[in-house]
C-alpha cells in the first residue's frame, strides 16, 4: 500500500544538464557527536506525523498505529511517554501543525471506517490538548484530501497547507485495485494506466489554503504558480517558507526550490536554486520524504526518497517514469548557504518519510525507513555550526 502514495511530486521542468552555477561538490567537515541527544521513540516509527509544543516532542501515528508519544526536553530522563491514543482511524501521511499550544492533525491516507474496505485520501481534523491528554475530532474538513501535503504555521497563528494528491485520482486507483480482485492481469492493467500518464494529468492540488482554529475555518491564499508536488519537504526561514522538491507525479521527483514569502495571508514565489546532486556527473533526481530544517539561517536538508534513472526514462518518452526501476533511500545532507547549495555530509544512514521538527536552531529528525522500507526508531539531531554540519 505504502509504495503508492510515497511516491511523490516533480515540478514539471525538465533538464538537460546539471546548472554548473550552483553545483559545489565539495563534502564539507562533519562533526559527529558521541552521544545522542534524544533517545530512541519505543517503536519502529515511519510515515507518522509529530510536531513541538513548547519544550515537548509529540510523534505518532504511521507504522505505530493509533500511538502517540510525547519527549519532555525538561525532563529527558523519562524518554519518550505514551499518550492518549489518536482517536480516529490509523492514517499515514497525517501533517502536524501546533498552535497555540495544542496539535492539529490533518488528513492523511487511511481507511474512513473500520468497515471500509480501501484506503484512501482523508480530509478529517483532529485536535490534542497536552494539558488535558485529549484528543477532539473537530467539526470541519479540509476542502480537499490531504496526502502528500506539505503543512507549516502562517505568524504561529494559522496552519498553512499546499500541495498533494488529486483525491478522485488517487482514490480511484485504490477503488480498481480491489476491484480486480486476485486477477493479477487486471491488476496489471490498472498499475500500467495509472502510472502511464503526464505529470498533468494527475491534477496534483496547486491550492494553497489557511485553516484558522479560533473560527475553525479554512480559507484560500491563492495558488501556487509552478506544478503541484506531493512528498515535499518545507521549512520556515524569518518570513519565508522554502518549499523543496517532491513528485510530479507517482515515481517522478523534481529537484526544484521555491520560496513563498509571506504578505498577510498571501505568498509570493520565486524559484530558488535546484538541488544539487550529491554524485558528480549525475543530475539531481530531486526526492520525497526529505527532512528538513534551519540552523542559523541555513536551510537543511536531509535524506529522502527518489527512483535513480527515473528522468532518464520519462525524457526517453516513457510516461511510466519508474518502470522497472528500483527506490533508493538517501543519505546526503545539503545546506542551503547564500543562496547556493553546498553538500554538508551524510546521515548515518539512508533515511526518509520520518519526522522533521524544528527546535530553536537544531533540526530534530524523527524516525523514518531505511533501505527497502525497514523502519527505524533512531532520533537523529542536524545543526550548522561555523560552516559546518554537526550530527548527533
Known amino acids: 500500500m505504502t509504495q503508492i502514495y510515497q511516491h511523490r511530486k516533480k515540478n514539471t521542468r525538465i533538464k538537460a544538464a546539471l546548472s ?136 504561529s497563528a494559522q496552519a498553512l497547507l499546499l500541495g498533494g494528491v488529486n483525491k478522485a485520482i488517487f482514490d480511484g486507483y485504490f477503488t480498481d485495485m480491489a476491484a480486480a480482485g486476485n486477477d493479477e492481469t487486471q491488476k496489471a492493467t490498472v498499475t500500467n494506466a495509472y502510472f502511464d500518464k503526464a505529470p498533468a494529468d494527475y491534477f496534483y492540488n496547486r491550492d494553497v489554503v489557511i485553516y484558522d482554529p479560533v473560527k475553525n475555518q479554512w480559507k484560500s491564499a491563492g495558488q501556487l504558480p509552478f506544478s503541484g508536488t506531493a512528498g515535499s519537504a518545507i521549512s520556515d526561514l524569518n518570513d519565508r517558507l522554502i518549499l523543496i522538491n517532491g513528485e510530479i507525479k507517482p515515481g517522478l521527483r523534481t529537484a526544484a526550490v521555491w520560496q513563498g514569502k509571506k504578505q498577510g495571508s498571501q505568498l509570493n514565489w520565486q524559484q530558488l536554486p535546484d538541488l544539487i546532486s550529491s554524485e558528480k556527473g549525475k543530475a539531481q533526481e530531486g526526492l520525497a520524504g526529505a527532512f528538513s530544517g534551519v540552523s542559523h539561517n541555513v536551510v537543511l536538508v536531509a535524506g529522502g526518497a527518489n527512483f535513480p534513472d527515473a528522468w532518464k526514462q520519462f525524457n526517453a518518452g516513457q510516461l511510466y517514469a519508474h518502470k522497472g526501476l528500483k527506490k533508493q533511500w538517501q543519505q546526503s545532507v545539503y545546506a542551503l548557504v547564500d543562496n547556493q547549495w553546498q553538500i554538508a555530509g551524510k546521515l548515518p544512514q539512508p533515511l526518509g518519510y520520518g519526522v522533521s521538527i524544528q527546535d530553536k536552531n537544531k533540526v530534530i529528525l524523527v524516525g523514518g525507513e531505511t533501505t527497502d522500507g525497514r523502519a527505524t526508531s533512531a532520533v537523529t539531531q542536524l545543526s550548522w555550526q561555523g560552516n559546518r554540519l554537526l550530527i548527533e
Open 20 to 155: 554548473g552555477a550552483f553545483i559545489l561538490f565539495i563534502t564539507l567537515p562533519v562533526f559527529y557527536a558521541h552521544a545522542a541527544s534524544y533517545p530512541d521513540i519505543p517503536v519502529p516509527f515511519k510515515n507518522g506525523t509529530g510536531a513541538r509544543v513548547d519544550n515537548s516532542l509529540f510523534v505518532g501515528l504511521g507504522s505505530a498505529g493509533q500511538s502517540w508519544f510525547r519527549f519532555d526536553m525538561d525532563k529527558d530522563s523519562r524518554g519518550w511517554q505514551k499518550i492518549a491514543d489518536f482517536p480516529g482511524q490509523p492514517r499515514e501521511q497525517a501533517v502536524t501543525v501546533a498552535l497555540g499550544g495544542k496539535l492539529y492533525v490533518f488528513g492523511g491516507v487511511g481507511k474512513s471506517s473500520p468497515a471500509d474496505n480501501q484506503v484512501r485520501a482523508l480530509s478529517d481534523v483532529y485536535r490534542f490538548d497536552p494539558q488535558s491528554n485529549q484528543w477532539l475530532q473537530l467539526a470541519t474538513r479540509a476542502p480537499y484530501g490531504l496526502v502528500g501535503v506539505a503543512a507549516t504555521t502562517l505568524d
